[in-house]
T-cell receptor
């Protein structure tokens, strides 16, 4: 069974530029999560989807971050414009009816 | 508001000995707890979990203990192996959301 796929793995951009991350969850997993992990810290939830619906986006900085999950499968997280403080690893995870979340390898974003 | 804390950023243990990782939480409404293991340049992988109604769960070399009155859980790895060298995250679940601790870097030495 394929795991959670994320791309790109690494991204370096200048501040004020836009950036997008893509996630393909495990087949059959209805719940999809985007996390941000800063250096030396644990992952922090940005947004959670149940199928196409964003059921928890309370931690998503909506002035510059947006996300979508069309057709309830793949998801894209966008930052526009990026700031220096956005440098982090962005993790996607998915889960089924069970509570265990499966994580992708993450996208390491560096904003210069 | 850091509701899950791992106060030891690092742990060094000799191969074959026991590794004990600790985690404290503040919210008594968490309904289960998980441990994740993370290697460099990879995402966290699930290791073991425990429901808030249990006090112990064992899976091979890994055992998690939960002390609800103290709001404390621990992960025991015995015996420790070189492949156990990684960062271990404690996570607590409530309403579909996981809150993670900052992680503990474990180094298993020969």
């Amino acid at each position: 069974e394929a795991g959670v796929v994320q791309s790109p793995r690494y991204k370096i951009i200048e501040k004020k530029q836009p950036v997008a991350f893509w996630c393909n969850p495990i087949s059959g997993h209805n719940t999809l999560y985007w996390y941000r992990q800063n250096l030396g810290q644990g992952p922090e939830l940005l947004i959670r989807y149940e199928n196409e619906e964003a059921v928890d986006d309370s931690q998503l900085p909506k002035d510059r971050f947006s996300a979508e999950r069309l057709k309830g499968v793949d998801s894209t997280l966008k930052i526009q414009p990026a700031e220096l403080g956005d440098s982090a690893v962005y993790l996607c995870a998915s889960s089924s009816a069970r509570n265990e979340q499966f994580f992708g390898p993450g996208t390491r974003l560096t904003v210069l | 508001d850091q509701q899950v804390k791992q106060n030891s950023p690092s742990l060094s243990v000799q191969e074959g000995r026991i590794s004990i990782l600790n985690c404290d939480y503040t919210n008594s409404m968490f309904d289960y707890f998980l441990w994740y293991k993370k290697y460099p340049a990879e995402g966290p992988t699930f290791l073991i979990s425990i429901s808030s109604i249990k006090d112990k769960n064992e899976d091979g070399r890994f055992t998690v203990f939960l002390n609800k009155s103290a709001k404390h859980l621990s992960l025991h790895i015995v015996p420790s192996q070189p492949g156990d060298s990684a960062v271990y995250f404690c996570a607590a679940h409530r309403w579909g959301k996981l809150q993670f601790g900052a992680g503990t870097q474990v180094v298993v030495t020969p």
